[in-house]
């Protein structure tokens, strides 16, 4: 059964730092690998989506790293600013369905 | 706005009774999809839909819980007896079924059971 696990549950920096956030899961056989924005109260906004055959994906100041043989991604958020605090969730797909297996998510705090 | 549509954002209900909520997936995604998230914790999946097919289904859907997709568009999402261990947001999401299947989520909403 897979299982995803992020660390830390909770961070707090000063602005402009730059910062990892880091998710593991115990299945190597995965589909995909997506990180997630999660406001509160809100829905989840798709950030990065990482194939299998993939390393790492980058989007602006984010960047994600799949490590699928040691069952490990990093997102890496460059220069954080307030309006990236939020909760991040890392999800491991299994197979070409949206059927997801997040983890519990690291909320976020940057501090102006 | 063409996102993901949620209906309604909140609802409040008395414990037994039965609530329906609705899901307006983006027009041209054939996958749409229901999550239940619990505080503190990330969505779990419930369920999800190819066209008006329900391909799969967890565990963690009792028979108290039905889903259906009429005609491919729109999904409703019924709970009959709530109980307290209800409550929670229940997020949709869409997709389009290409080699990424990258989610599109709604807002949810949020049950709260008395």
């Known amino acids: 059964k897979q299982e995803v696990t992020q660390i830390p549950a909770a961070l707090s920096v000063p602005e402009g730092e730059n910062l990892v956030l880091n998710c593991s899961f115990t299945?190597?056989?995965?589909?995909?690998l997506q990180w997630f924005r999660q406001d509160p109260g809100k829905g989840l906004t798709s950030l990065l989506l990482?194939?299998?055959?993939?390393r790492e994906q980058t989007s602006g100041r984010l960047n994600a790293s799949l490590d699928k043989s040691s069952g490990r991604s990093t997102l890496y958020i460059a220069a954080s600013q307030p309006g990236d605090s939020a909760t991040y969730l890392c999800?491991?797909?299994?197979?070409?369905?949206?059927?997801?297996?997040f983890g519990q998510g690291t909320t976020l705090q940057v501090k102006p | 706005d063409t996102g993901v549509s949620q209906n309604p954002r909140h609802k409040i209900t008395k414990r037994g009774q039965n609530v329906t909520f609705r899901c307006d997936p983006i027009?041209?995604?054939?996958?749409l999809y229901w999550y239940r998230q619990t505080l503190g914790q990330g969505p779990e999946f419930l369920t999800y839909?190819?066209?008006?097919?329900?391909?799969?289904k967890s565990r963690l859907l009792s028979d108290r819980f039905s889903a259906e997709r009429p005609k491919g568009s729109f999904s409703t999402l019924e709970i009959q007896r709530t109980e307290q261990g209800d409550s929670a947001m229940y997020l949709c999401?869409?997709?389009?079924?290409?080699?990424?299947?990258?989610?599109?989520f709604g807002s949810g909403t949020q049950l709260s059971v008395l």
């Open positions: 999401a869409s997709s389009f079924s290409d080699r990424y299947e990258k989610l599109f």
């Open positions: 299945d190597s056989a995965i589909y995909n």
């Open positions: 990482i194939q299998s055959s993939q």
């Open positions: 999800a491991v797909g299994s197979s070409n369905t949206g059927k997801l297996i």
């Open positions: 027009s041209e995604h054939n996958r």
């Open positions: 839909f190819q066209n008006e097919a329900q391909l799969e």
